[in-house]
């Protein structure tokens, strides 16, 4: 009698240490869920951010609140959500930039970003696209070259500032075509983007689905897209690597992650919510029509797959020199 007791105390003790994590899971949320964008309004990580986070909104029944951060590349919000509670409250939206960052700022860094994080679900990839402002004279990718090459550093390309997507692509277009144009920092893709369209800075190489509704109303002109094969967005527009510069690929990829000790429970149910609107014929046409494409993964494959990327882009950062000021 008395070791069925002490079976059933036992028993009684671990349901009562699981039962805040299960209980977490199924009355989640409770409040509205904050999601830190690190980047400024107009950028793609905005663009996407929002574009979930409506949907988030209606299938967790309470609001998801973009909250803008931009700075440093991304990396002020991304040091904001490091440091906030792991209490499911708080998420942030995270970038290709989120794998260069930590080559690019090393020692200024004030957190581990391969401990900082708890991933939860990848959500699209797209490639970069290379635009001009459409009073530069060229229609193709060899004409500006060779413009560049007639003018060496004569030609400005707009960035989201020092270690932005915008920077490394464009860097790598620069040194894979041999040719001398200025990076113009702007604080966020969305600045640097319109500066482009006024026409202060003459080029863009940037996220296709950042660019895309600029390129459909004319203020922007596409001269090739940066995958390694076309997309289905713009069929008639060549890669890079076909216009002229052989081996040349760059894209983009969004995701959301948490703060590190959040509950596996949430984790588990944010996951779940954001597979179910991935799904979704409506948001998979939305990513598709901007010239990306909504993909899935298990947080524990974002996990690998964010430590590939971190890899992989060390060394386009090593080569190219760059370095946060």
């Not at 799904?279 to 046409?285: E, V």
């Amino acid at each position: 009698m008395l070791r069925v007791w002490r079976m059933m105390v036992g028993t009684l003790g671990l349901a009562l240490v699981f039962f805040p994590v299960i209980g977490m899971g199924q009355t989640y949320p409770t409040k509205p869920v904050r999601l830190i964008v690190p980047f400024p309004p107009g950028g793609s990580n905005d663009i996407v951010g929002r574009m979930i986070g409506n949907e988030l909104t209606n299938r967790l029944a309470q609001q998801v609140v973009i909250d803008n951060r931009g700075g440093a590349g991304g990396m002020i919000g991304t040091e904001i959500a490091a440091n906030s509670a792991p209490d499911g409250y708080t998420l942030l939206i995270i970038s290709v930039a989120y794998a260069y960052n930590p080559s690019i700022f090393k020692s200024k860094l004030k957190f581990d970003p391969a401990r900082a994080f708890t991933p939860v679900s990848i959500l699209g990839t797209g490639p970069n696209a290379l635009t001009v402002n459409p009073r530069l004279p060229v229609k193709s990718v060899k004409d500006l070259i060779a413009m560049a090459k007639a003018k060496p550093g004569a030609l400005n390309y707009a960035s989201a500032g020092i270690g932005s997507f915008q920077h490394l692509g464009s860097e790598m277009f620069r040194l894979m075509a041999g040719i001398n144009i200025v990076n113009v920092p702007f604080k966020g893709g969305g600045p640097a983007m319109a500066d482009v369209v006024a026409g202060n800075t003459q080029i863009s190489i940037g996220s296709l689905i950042q660019a895309m509704p600029f390129i459909k109303s004319g203020r922007l002109k596409v001269l090739a897209i940066g995958s390694a094969k076309r997309t289905r967005a713009l069929p008639d527009i060549s890669t890079i690597a076909e216009a002229g510069v052989p081996g040349y690929e760059a894209s983009n990829w969004w995701g959301i992650v948490a703060p590190a000790g959040t509950s596996p429970a949430i984790i588990k149910r944010v996951h779940a919510e954001l597979a179910a609107i991935l799904g979704t014929a409506d948001i998979q046409k939305r990513f598709e029509t901007q010239g990306a494409e909504a993909v899935q993964m298990r947080p524990a494959e974002f996990g690998g797959f964010i430590r590939a990327e971190t890899a992989k882009w060390a060394k386009v950062v090593e080569q190219a020199g760059i370095r946060a000021e």
